[in-house]
């Protein structure tokens, strides 16, 4: 899903709906240039699921950790900016601690090591509008079955239950072409296979006739010579 932000206030406030939506044991992974407003989203995720402090950026704390309100969760915000090997995620427990089920895990430069990602992530990607430069372009996916849950309960707080029909109607109609198209190969496959079941029948015909042409004809030559 793809939403344009217009201000400060509107990055802060889709995350704010985000962290409305988190539970424990959730992963989000932020994306994009520096000054984009990854730890603007992150702000409005905190203000999402209580919390009044404000947000900065754990760039040299590399993750810092902020207890929810009436609650036994804590909200963890990590930076892997200053990161330089993958390998210095394990030094950092990263993956235990995104894996614990009493924390919310929000990751800037989220996606930096390819190669180590989780298993199961909302990834936002915050990027600048080149043809307006006060704007933003929010770009959310999932990857696996819990993301994608999240991602469809975002969608429809965001953007409503009617456009989550209409995206659904959109990929079952993408379906039933494909089922369609499939169809249609396995028909001209068909065509094609009688198709050359009739050329080689009429090839075998044509070859029977030449055949009893030329024993017509010898038997007509045997016939001429004995007359002679």
Not at 100 to 124: H, N, T
Not at 158 to 168: D, I, K, N, P, T
Request: proline share 2%.
């Amino acid at each position: 899903m793809r939403r344009t932000a217009s201000s400060e206030e509107k990055t802060i406030a889709l995350g704010e709906h985000l962290g409305a939506l988190l539970m424990g044991g959730d992963v989000v992974l932020l994306d994009g240039d520096l000054g984009a407003g990854k730890t603007c989203f992150t702000g409005g995720v905190a203000r999402g699921l209580g919390l009044a402090q404000r947000m900065t950026s754990p760039t040299f704390n590399l993750v810092l950790e902020y207890p929810l309100e009436n609650s036994p969760m804590v909200l963890r915000h990590f930076d892997l900016y200053r990161l330089e090997h993958a390998e210095q995620l394990d030094d950092l427990d990263y993956f235990g601690l995104i894996e614990q089920e009493d924390a919310i895990s929000i990751v800037e430069w989220g996606s930096k090591f390819s190669e180590r990602l989780p298993l199961d992530y909302l990834l936002v990607s915050i990027e600048f509008d080149a043809a307006k430069p006060n704007e933003r372009i929010l770009e959310f996916s999932a990857q696996g079955s819990r993301a994608e849950a999240l991602l469809s309960q975002f969608v429809q707080k965001v953007v409503g239950s009617a456009e989550l029909m209409r995206v659904a109607r959109g990929s079952e109609a993408e379906e039933a072409e494909a089922e369609e198209a499939e169809a249609e190969a396995v028909e001209a496959e068909a065509a094609g296979e009688a198709a050359g079941v009739t050329e080689a029948a009429e090839a075998k015909a044509a070859e029977i006739a030449a055949a009893v042409t030329e024993a017509a004809e010898s038997t007509r030559l045997t016939q001429g010579e004995q007359h002679e």
